[in-house]
């Protein structure tokens, strides 16, 4: 149990487009899914918190006009990374918590999802 | 500030016994969370504590001393497949996700 997914797995785009990655919580419901992104041989850095029908919270220094986060129901999270730029380039995880019963006090995790923007 | 610290890189021999050890300064103390990181992967839970003491799942084991601000992670039996990043974060007041730089273990034979 407790399996979280995420579309697409890895993705190129050239400079300018805009990229929609989905973060699915399959088997368990997430009022709170997280957003974040991890740079080669550096730790994970939360970029946002998704909470189900309202507003993200950003992180300090994360631009919310560019980092488009959406939370539609309590299984579904997206990101749409808009005009992308090279230096978007990188993996970017959500994970997403139980919202009540076993395991709500862990964090699962998506397998992430590599951008390269060309 | 808030700070997680544990070392960059340990190495160890095959089905040998390594400590990860995990020191943090946090802003509040709501649990702490050991993670698996496989290269190219995202992180996958291994333990939660959140009182003081040893909880066991099978070859790993995670120790917590909340008054010190210290934890381990305790690999026994290691095998090749161990060879990851292991990652420590620490919950603070806000419930927010602190976390460590992660420590690569490079497992030999």
């Known amino acids: 149990g407790a399996v979280v997914s995420q579309h697409p797995s890895w993705v190129i785009c050239k400079s300018g487009t805009s990229v929609k990655i989905e973060c699915r919580s399959l088997?368990?419901?997430?009022?709170?899914m997280f957003w974040y992104r991890q740079f080669p041989k550096q730790s994970l850095m939360l970029m946002a918190t998704s909470n189900e029908g309202s507003k993200a919270t950003y992180e300090q220094g994360v631009e919310k006009d560019k980092f488009l986060i959406n939370h539609a129901s309590l299984t579904l999270s997206t990101l749409t990374v808009t005009s992308a730029h090279p230096e978007d380039s990188s993996f970017y995880i959500c994970?997403?918590?139980?919202?009540?019963?076993?395991?709500?006090?862990?964090?699962?995790f998506g397998p992430g999802t590599r951008l390269t923007v060309l | 500030g808030q700070n997680i610290d544990q070392p960059t890189e340990m190495t160890a021999t095959e089905g040998a016994i390594v400590q990860i050890n995990c020191t943090y300064q946090t802003s509040g103390f709501n649990g702490l969370f050991w993670y698996q990181q496989h290269a190219g992967e995202a992180p996958t839970f291994l333990s939660y504590?959140?009182l003081d003491g040893l909880e066991e799942k099978g070859r790993f084991s995670s120790f917590l001393s909340r008054s010190k601000g210290y934890s381990y992670l305790l690999l026994k039996e290691l095998q090749m497949k161990d060879s990851a990043s292991y990652l420590c974060a620490v919950r603070d007041s806000n419930y927010q996700l602190i976390w460590g730089a992660g420590t690569k273990l490079i497992i030999k034979p």
């Open positions: 994970s997403a918590s139980p919202t009540s019963g076993r395991g709500s006090d862990t964090q699962y």
């Open positions: 504590n959140v």
């Open positions: 088997d368990f419901q997430a009022t709170t």
